[in-house]
């Protein structure tokens, strides 16, 4: 059975070097400034740490989740839900705490990670089938399936360079529900392109969602989060508000938001 366990974990992003030019020594004057004396609605904590100024993106997270829980994170922009995903998908090391992960994990973050700009839509598709290792017969299924799912026309013979956001959330959308992992993370962009495509992938998701043990995926629609949850993780400037029940959890994000105006 899948598991996460984090157990007082941060994380923090070196910011600028003092040795910078002299437009980001005064950013970074200003910010070191003020420190401690404004309360921003966005964003990590800033703090001084020994290398200089840094953002506290992740402080002291400690949570375990099981198989079959769906877990959304909330929060402000710049709250830490993205790093969390990607601390979860070993893609970044943490500063301090532990994290242990049970079970073959897939990271959908960035549409565009793994593929090459300069290579038509097709060609990356058989980029992707030989990094899976898949056989003549499973990359042709591969193609075909792509193909139709992404809807790019012409497009996907022409270099990914040309294309556009959405037409990139396209492709990198197909690609990425390919593998059936044992626990999916996923960040909002899969919400990107046009209403037609949302509908798509939604239908693409779910069938996704139930092969996976636990999903933990980001989103700023409350909607799809009260839907698609068993649970909900709030968090704020890098520290988790509260941690339970969809409902319970996002009406009082609402309430906070409504307040903090
Ligand atoms: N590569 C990076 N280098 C430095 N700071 C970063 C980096 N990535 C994120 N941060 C900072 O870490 C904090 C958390 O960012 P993160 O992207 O995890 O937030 P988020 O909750 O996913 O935000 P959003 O809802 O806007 O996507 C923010 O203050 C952000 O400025």
Same mark, same amino acid.
């Not at 495509?197 to 069938?207: I, P």
């Not at 409350?222 to 993780?233: A, F, K, P, Q």
């Given at each position: 059975?899948?598991?996460?366990?984090?157990?007082?974990?941060?994380?923090?992003?070196?910011?600028?070097?003092?040795?910078?030019?002299?437009?980001?020594?005064?950013?970074?004057?200003?910010?070191?400034?003020?420190?401690? !004396?404004?309360?921003?609605?966005?964003?990590?904590?800033?703090?001084?740490?020994? !290398?200089?100024?840094?953002?506290?993106?992740?402080?002291?997270?400690?949570?375990?989740?099981?198989?079959?829980?769906?877990?959304?994170?909330?929060?402000?922009?710049?709250? %830490?839900?993205?790093?969390?995903?990607?601390?979860?998908?070993?893609?970044?090391?943490?500063?301090?705490? !532990?994290?242990?992960?049970?079970g073959?994990?897939?990271?959908?973050?960035?549409?565009?990670?793994?593929?090459?700009?300069?290579?038509?839509?097709?060609?990356?598709?058989?980029?992707?089938?030989?990094?899976?290792?898949?056989?003549?017969?499973?990359?042709?299924?591969?193609? &075909?399936?792509?193909?139709?799912? &992404?809807?790019?026309?012409?497009?996907? +013979?022409?270099?990914?360079?040309l294309?556009?956001?959405?037409?990139?959330?396209?492709?990198?959308?197909?690609?990425?529900?390919?593998?059936?992992?044992?626990? $999916?993370?996923?960040?909002?962009?899969?919400?990107?392109?046009?209403?037609n495509?949302?509908?798509? &992938?939604?239908?693409?998701?779910?069938?996704?969602?139930?092969t996976?043990?636990? $999903?933990?995926?980001?989103?700023?629609? $409350? +909607?799809?989060?009260?839907?698609?949850?068993?649970?909900?993780?709030? $968090?704020?400037?890098?520290?988790i508000?509260?941690?339970?029940?969809? +409902? &319970?959890?996002?009406?009082?994000?609402?309430?906070?938001?409504?307040?903090? %105006?």
């Open positions: 059975m899948a598991h996460i366990s984090l157990q007082n974990l941060s994380l923090s992003y070196p910011v600028l070097h003092g040795s910078a030019r002299s437009l980001k020594k005064t950013l970074f004057a200003r910010a070191r400034a003020s420190l401690g !004396s404004t309360k921003s609605k966005v964003g990590g904590a800033l703090q001084n740490g020994v !290398s200089g100024l840094e953002v506290l993106a992740l402080k002291d997270i400690t949570f375990d989740v099981e198989g079959g829980e769906r877990l959304g994170l909330v929060g402000h922009n710049g709250a %830490g839900k993205t790093t969390l995903l990607r601390v979860l998908g070993g893609i970044y090391e943490t500063s301090s705490g !532990s994290l242990s992960v049970e073959e994990t897939h990271a959908m973050i960035n549409p565009g990670s793994g593929m090459n700009q300069e290579l038509t839509g097709r060609e990356n598709v058989h980029l992707f089938a030989r990094r899976l290792q898949l056989d003549v017969k499973e990359t042709e299924a591969l193609e &075909a399936d792509v193909e139709a799912f &992404a809807e790019l026309g012409p497009f996907f +013979d022409l270099p990914l360079r294309y556009s956001a959405g037409m990139s959330v396209r492709l990198g959308f197909a690609l990425a529900t390919v593998p059936r992992p044992q626990i $999916l993370l996923m960040d909002e962009w899969f919400m990107a392109g046009d209403s495509f949302q509908a798509k &992938a939604r239908v693409r998701l779910e069938s996704m969602v139930e996976a043990e636990i $999903l933990v995926f980001t989103s700023h629609s $409350l +909607d799809i989060l009260r839907e698609w949850c068993t649970r909900v993780l709030w $968090l704020e400037a890098g520290k508000v509260m941690d339970g029940k969809p +409902d &319970a959890v996002l009406d009082a994000y609402e309430a906070f938001v409504a307040e903090s %105006g």
